[in-house]
């Protein structure tokens, strides 16, 4: 799901790096709020709020 919509770059390395750099950057994000609140519930559903949002982009990307 996520490597298709971030590959469309003209070098393949820069695209792979713009992954890694956004998923890293979650994956932070997604830890800290972990670390703070000690809460399972609040990254799965702020998971589920990112995924929400990359589906409607890549249904807006496809053009339905």
């Not at 590959?7 to 997604?30: D, N, P, R, Y």
């Not at 809460?39 to 929400?52: A, F």
């Amino acid at each position: 799901m996520h490597l298709p919509t971030h590959l469309h770059h003209e070098s393949v390395v820069t695209g792979l790096a713009t992954v890694l750099m956004f998923q890293g950057l979650f994956g932070v994000f997604c830890g800290y709020l972990w670390s703070r609140y000690r809460n399972i519930w609040i990254v799965i559903t702020v998971h589920i709020v990112v995924n929400l949002a990359y589906v409607d982009l890549l249904l807006g990307w496809l053009g339905r």
